[in-house]
């Protein structure tokens, strides 16, 4: 099992930025991926951004393209999520997963490990 720690949400103003982090421990993640969903009230999990942990490979959601940047530390095993020009749009908890799969790496559904999600909140 992976344990996953998320750090680095709060408010701020659209147009701001925020730095999230995931912090992994437990297993090795040579052969792993790891991404970030959004969550807000009455809503389903969405996925926001991919990093595949050997190769650096990426993959994001439209609505963040060109915003965010989904980045990997190997040596710190962690994971951070850079959102510039944030929305209010943007505002839900924010959670980090781990998972092995190579396919479907967008659908929640191949993570096997999650983080507690922090709470991210873009004011207009």
């Known amino acids: 099992q992976v344990r996953l720690v998320e750090s680095g949400g709060g408010l701020v103003q659209a147009g701001g930025s925020l730095r999230l982090s995931c912090a992994a421990s437990g297993r090795t993640f040579s052969s792993y991926i790891m991404a970030w969903f959004r969550q807000t009230p009455g809503k389903e999990r969405e996925f926001v951004a991919v990093?595949?942990?050997?190769?650096?490979?990426?993959y994001y959601a439209d609505s963040v393209k060109g915003r965010f940047t989904i980045s990997r530390d190997n040596a710190k095993n962690t994971a951070y999520l850079q959102m510039n020009s944030l929305k209010p749009e943007d505002t839900a908890v924010y959670y980090c997963a781990a998972g092995a799969a190579t396919l479907y790496v967008r659908s929640e559904s191949v993570y096997e490990d999650w983080g507690q999600g922090t709470q991210v909140t873009v004011s207009s």
């Open positions: 990093i595949k942990w050997t190769s650096g490979t990426t």
